[in-house]
C-alpha cells in the first residue's frame, strides 16, 4: 500500500541564478520538498509568498534592493513563514546569519555546500534535511521594532558550598540540539551561574558558522563558551560547541585520570549528521556514566535519542525539552518514545532543574 506523504512547498529567494538553479536541484531529489517557485530578490518574492503559499522560504543574506535581513524582519512580523537563511563562506556574512537566527530564521545552509566536492552526497541531504525540518517549525508573530542582538543575561555564581554539592554528582552536561537550536541553547545557557559545571553542546549547523555562533553565544552567556578543539580540557564555567564538521567525544586523558578531555573526528554521518548528538551522548555514557547529565533540545529527526537513553541506561541524569517550548518536537519526542527521558520539561525550567537534581 503506497502512503502519499504530504510534500512541502519551498520558496527560493536569492539574486544569484545559478545558486536558485543549484538549490533547486538538490531540493528536487527530496520526494518531501516541491519547489513551488525562484525570487530574484525580496520584492519578487514577497509577490510570490501571497501567491504560492510557500511553507519554508531559502533566503540569501545579502540581496540587491532590500537585503534578507529586512525582508526577514517584516516577513517574521506580518506573516511568519520558517526561513533557512544562505550564505557564502565570509566573516561578515556569519555574522549576519546569527543575526537572522536571533530574529527568527530556524536553519542556515552555507552556500558552499551545494556544489560537488568532498562529501557532497551526505551535504545534500543535510540541506535537504534542514529544509524539511525548518518546514515544521513554530513560530511566533514578531514586532517590527524587535531589537536584532539578544539582550545581556544577568550572570550569577554558585557559592563554594552550592559548586561542591553540583560537583558531587554531575561532572559534565551534554546538549544536543537542532532546529531551533540557536536560541534554545541562549536560553539555557542563560539560566546557567558562570562557574556551572563543565558543558559540551552539539548543534546541527555547517562547520563555517559553529565558530561564530560560539563566539556569539560567548558575548551574552554568564560562562565562557567557544568551539571545541582536539585534546580541550574540561573546566567549570566553560561551555564547548562541537565544531561543524566533527564528531565530539569526552573521554578521561589517559595521562592525567582526573580530567576530562575532547576527542575530534572526521567519522562518517551518524543518525544523518556530523556532528552527531548520539556520539556525544553514548561517550558520556561509555566513558562518564553517571556523574554526566543530558538534555536533549528541539530539532527534526532522531538524532541524541539512542545515546541518550544509553545514558540513562547506566545512570544518567536524563531530560527533554517540552513539545509546548520546541520550535520542532522531533528529537526531544523521539527520546521520550523510547524511554530515554527522565523528565521532560519547559526550556525555561531546564536549568535550574539540571543544577538543583545534580544531588538530590
Known sequence: MNISLPKYRVLIVDDSAFFRKAIEMILSKDRRLEVVGCAKDAFEAKQMVDSLQPDVITLDVEMPKMDGLEFLRRL????????????????????????????????????????NGRHAADLQMQICDTVRGAALAK?????????????????????????????????????????????????????????????????????????????????????????????DVLRNGLALLAPGSHHMEIMYN??????????????????????????LFRSLATNIGKRATGVILTGMGQDGADGLLEMRQTGSRTYGQDQESCVVYGMPKVAKSIGAVERELPLTSLAKAVLTQAAP
Open 76 to 115: 517574521m512580523a506580518h506573516r511568519p513563514i520558517p526561513v533557512v537563511m544562505c550564505s557564502t563562506i565570509v566573516t561578515k556574512g556569519s555574522d549576519l546569519l546569527m543575526q537572522a537566527l536571533e530574529m527568527g530564521a530556524v536553519g542556515v545552509i552555507e552556500k558552499g555546500l551545494v556544489g
Open 139 to 231: 513560530l511566533q508573530i514578531r514586532s517590527l521594532n524587535i531589537a536584532q542582538s539578544p539582550s545581556i543575561i544577568k550572570s550569577y555564581a554558585l557559592d563554594p558550598i552550592e559548586v561542591k554539592r553540583v560537583e558531587n554528582s554531575l561532572s559534565v552536561l551534554g546538549i544536543g540540539s537542532s532546529t531551533g537550536g540557536p536560541e534554545a541553547l541562549k536560553t539555557l545557557l542563560g539560566g546557567m551561574p558562570s562557574n556551572c559545571p563543565p558543558i559540551v553542546i552539539v548543534q546541527h549547523m555547517p562547520e563555517v558558522f559553529t565558530g561564530p555562533f560560539a563566539k556569539r553565544l560567548n558575548k551574552y552567556a554568564p560562562m565562557d563558551v567557544r568551539e571545541a578543539k582536539q585534546g
Open 254 to 279: 589517559p595521562v592525567n585520570s582526573k580530567e576530562m578531555i575532547v576527542s575530534l573526528n572526521e567519522g562518517g554521518l551518524v543518525s544523518r549528521h556530523r556532528p552527531s548528538v548520539d556520539v
